[in-house]
């Protein structure tokens, strides 16, 4: 399948949402049980660093970035949301986003992208080692899911070529 990047725009929203819903459909994607509304998630991701991949004019997949914490020391630090619709998933939708987005983050001065992984998404582990990510650690029993199963979170983290690290 052919499909281009391009950056996000507002006019997204419903397929961002359609698809985040997608991922939280597979229990192996986020805790959460809902997506957020767009003017909440709009308010969480840095808004030079989000793109959506289109093919057969429809968005397969979308990926941002939010800012790790509020202070100016962390500046630099950003998380990776990526999220394929379900019929795009295992056609390269995943890895193309990535690559933007982490040559927008090159380009935006971010030294160090991380994500947090289930050990059970095999396949969101992998795309992140291709494009440079390493597990950093293990954070067991980080949160709870909405039948309250516990559940461990993979960090992985990308420092960045360019900032001279």
């Known amino acids: 399948m052919e499909f281009i990047v391009r ?5 997204d929203r419903e397929d961002l949402h359609r698809i985040h819903l ?9 805790f959460e049980s809902e997506a957020p509304s767009w003017e909440r998630w709009d308010a969480g991701h840095i808004r030079s660093c989000r793109f959506v991949a289109v093919g057969n004019g429809k968005i397969l997949g979308w990926a941002a970035l939010s800012p790790y914490s509020g202070r100016p020391v962390y500046a630099g630090v950003a998380e990776v949301s990526v999220y394929v619709g379900k019929d795009a998933r295992g056609l390269g939708v995943g890895s193309a986003l990535l ?3 982490i ?3 090159e380009r935006e001065g971010f030294w160090t992208l991380q994500a947090g992984i289930f050990p059970e998404n095999e396949p ?3 795309l992140h080692k291709k494009h440079g990510f390493c597990v950093v650690g293990r954070r067991e029993r980080l949160g709870r899911m909405k039948d309250g199963t516990w559940r461990d979170v993979l960090l992985l983290e990308r420092r960045s070529l360019r900032a001279g690290l």
């Open 7 to 11: 950056e996000m725009s507002a006019a």
């Open 22 to 30: 997608e991922g939280i459909a597979t229990g192996n994607a986020t």
């Open 99 to 101: 690559a933007e987005l």
């Open 103 to 105: 040559a927008a983050s």
């Open 124 to 126: 969101s582990l992998a």
